[in-house]
């Protein structure tokens, strides 16, 4: 049985991460958006009680660590393509899975080509908009099982409207489970990895 205090705490933490999104949607889903972003981000993950990086290494904590913004990077609203249904297991990084439908595309263009990645809902409670992103980064200058984009089931969510969503690339962050292996946490798919470098957002230190 979960700890009362750490429940709470969690509740916490995901109300600033959705007052976080939020206060980057009012300023703007650009370069000082992304750079308030980062400095919120950064207060969350070293002081909150609920934070990814584990106790003893909270008052060390560098910060985290980003590719330099990209305006190239900022692809603005882009609208969803309808595609082929699939409903799938996607696995976690430790053990687990979570159900998940693919219900369209997003064409992401950038560095002269045009790439689609799927966009998946989410099938717990509540349920979500979940766009994982794997690319040749990966396993390099950031994790190996990939970056998000959007998760709105923990309110990490740029906008958008019925048909569009707002796509800014140097929003994308690693899961938890980067931080502390003790996170179990959904990947994006190795059959979906991007064959170009998104050369933007959260990235490994060093």
Same mark, same amino acid.
């Given at each position: 049985?979960?700890?009362?205090?750490?429940?709470?705490?969690?509740?916490?933490?995901?109300?600033?991460?959705?007052?976080?999104?939020?206060?980057?949607?009012?300023?703007?889903?650009?370069?000082?958006?992304?750079?308030?972003?980062?400095?919120?981000?950064?207060?969350?993950?070293?002081?909150?009680?609920?934070?990814?990086?584990?106790?003893?290494?909270?008052?060390?904590?560098?910060?985290?660590?980003?590719?330099?913004?990209?305006?190239?990077?900022?692809?603005?609203?882009?609208?969803?393509?309808?595609?082929?249904?699939?409903?799938?297991?996607?696995?976690?990084?430790?053990?687990?899975?979570?159900?998940?439908?693919?219900?369209?595309?997003?064409?992401?263009?950038?560095?002269?080509?045009?790439?689609?990645?799927?966009?998946?809902?989410?099938?717990?409670?509540?349920?979500?908009?979940?766009?994982?992103?794997?690319?040749?980064?990966?396993?390099?200058?950031?994790?190996?099982?990939?970056?998000?984009?959007? +998760?709105?089931?923990? &309110?990490?969510? #740029?906008?958008?409207?019925? %048909? /569009? $969503?707002? !796509?800014?690339?140097?929003?994308?962050?690693?899961?938890?489970?980067?931080? +502390?292996?003790?996170? &179990?946490?959904? #990947?994006?798919?190795?059959? %979906? /990895? $991007?064959? !170009?470098?998104?050369?933007?957002?959260?990235?490994?230190?060093?």
């Amino acid at each position: 049985m979960s700890d009362p205090a750490d429940d709470l705490a969690l509740l916490d933490y995901r109300r600033r991460v959705a007052g976080i999104y939020a206060g980057v949607r009012s300023r703007g889903v650009d370069e000082h958006g992304w750079r308030w972003w980062r400095e919120q981000r950064d207060e969350l993950f070293a002081a909150h009680p609920a934070s990814p990086v584990p106790v003893d290494r909270r008052a060390a904590f560098p910060g985290l660590t980003y590719h330099a913004y990209d305006a190239a990077l900022h692809l603005g609203e882009v609208a969803l393509e309808p595609a082929e249904p699939i409903v799938l297991q996607v696995a976690h990084s430790a053990d687990g899975t979570t159900r998940a439908r693919r219900f369209a595309h997003l064409p992401l263009e950038f560095g002269g080509q045009v790439h689609r990645v799927s966009v998946y809902w989410l099938d717990v409670y509540g349920g979500g908009v979940f766009v994982p992103l794997r690319d040749a980064t990966c396993g390099d200058s950031t994790y190996g099982g990939g970056r998000y984009l959007l +998760d709105t089931v923990k &309110s990490a969510d #740029l906008g958008g409207d019925l %048909e /569009r $969503l707002v !796509v800014d690339l140097n929003f994308l962050y690693h899961p938890s489970c980067v931080h +502390d292996p003790q996170w &179990s946490c959904p #990947l994006a798919s190795a059959d %979906e /990895r $991007l064959p !170009v470098p998104v050369v933007g957002g959260e990235r490994l230190p060093g």
